[in-house]
């Protein structure tokens, strides 16, 4: 499954950027090494956690990367989309370059991962201080706050 929504389009893409989604194998290479990158710039080096961002979940087949591009050609945010057991699906890895931050990138693919889930149970694991942004997108806190690299997480759920 692959796709785009053009700005203005349904999926709510902000003015200028366009929201795309394929599986891993289908992402061309230079698109996949910028999704990559900008996870590795966000989450290793301004966050300053190392931890293996390739955890292996990126090739199972099911995996579906989505991106929002900006009107230059880069990568503006990324996130992924897996399956998890019983029929339940996961949204995780969501990054925004600093650029784009608060102009709408991550929303529009928030909004995608769960019109891509179809009729599941959608899961993510949320940095405690955007459980309120996640909120509004329907997921509610499911369990206890845990540490994950020092940063204070909470499990988050949006029933179907």
């Known amino acids: ?41 966000v989450f290793v080096v301004e966050q300053e956690c190392a931890y293996p961002d390739l955890d292996g979940r990126d090739a199972e087949p099911t995996a579906v990367q989505l991106w929002v591009q900006a009107a230059d050609g ?44 179809g009729g599941a149970d959608v899961l993510l694991d949320a940095q405690s201080h955007l459980a309120g942004w996640y909120g509004r997108f329907g997921f509610r806190v499911v369990g206890e706050e845990y540490l994950d690299d020092g940063i204070p997480h909470l499990p988050m759920l949006r029933t179907a």
Do not use: N
């Open 1 to 41: 499954m692959s796709g785009e929504t053009p700005a203005g389009a349904p999926a709510g893409a902000p003015a200028g950027l366009s929201v795309h989604h394929a599986p891993t194998a289908q992402v061309p290479a230079l698109t996949l090494y910028a999704l990559l990158k900008l996870r590795v710039d």
């Open 74 to 117: 880069s990568v503006a945010a990324t996130a992924r989309l897996l399956a998890e057991p019983g029929g339940r699906a996961r949204i995780g890895r969501v990054a925004t370059a600093r650029a784009h931050r608060g102009a709408g990138a991550a929303g529009a693919l928030l909004r995608r991962g769960i019109e891509l889930a």
